[in-house]
């Protein structure tokens, strides 16, 4: 038992040398799904104090994870378009929100249940192009919820 205890602590302890995040991630959160969806959104607000730029994101509950713009397309209508990357300026707000930018998280592998916590793994960039990742907490909040 205590060496599985001392296994577990190793594992926190971060590596030597680690980098400290540059990007801040708040409000971050997910759209509740109901059973059988098979895609859903997921929102949050950074702010970066270098020029980063996020290039992968991972979940639990998803197969794949895409990083959607919203463009208008010739007939005049909406759609989302997947970003291989998306930069995040030094010392600008990035907003990921209903509506605009967001990820798509797809291949759901368990229903988001409103109210419950999941993590998101952001793989970001900078520009010596060394990457980082970050684990984020997000909320999962009701399919309604308010932009
Ligand atoms: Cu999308």
Do not use: Y
């Amino acid at each position: 038992m205590r060496i599985f205890f001392l296994f577990l602590t190793l594992l926190c302890v971060p590596p030597v040398g680690a980098e400290v995040p540059q990007v801040q991630v708040t409000d971050a959160w997910v759209r509740a799904t109901v059973p059988g969806q098979q895609a859903t959104g997921a929102f949050m607000t950074l702010q970066s104090a270098a020029p980063l730029k996020l290039v992968e994101v991972r979940s639990p509950l998803a197969a794949a994870a895409e990083i959607h713009e919203m463009q208008v397309d010739e007939k005049d209508v909406m759609r989302m378009r997947a970003i291989s990357q998306l930069d995040l300026p030094a010392g600008k707000t990035t907003r990921l929100e209903p509506g605009g930018l967001h990820i798509m998280l797809l291949g759901l592998r368990a229903e988001a249940k409103a109210g419950e916590r999941t993590t998101l793994t952001l793989v970001l960039e900078d520009a010596a192009r060394q990457r980082q990742e970050i684990a984020v907490n997000a909320e999962i909040r009701p399919l309604n919820a308010p932009h």
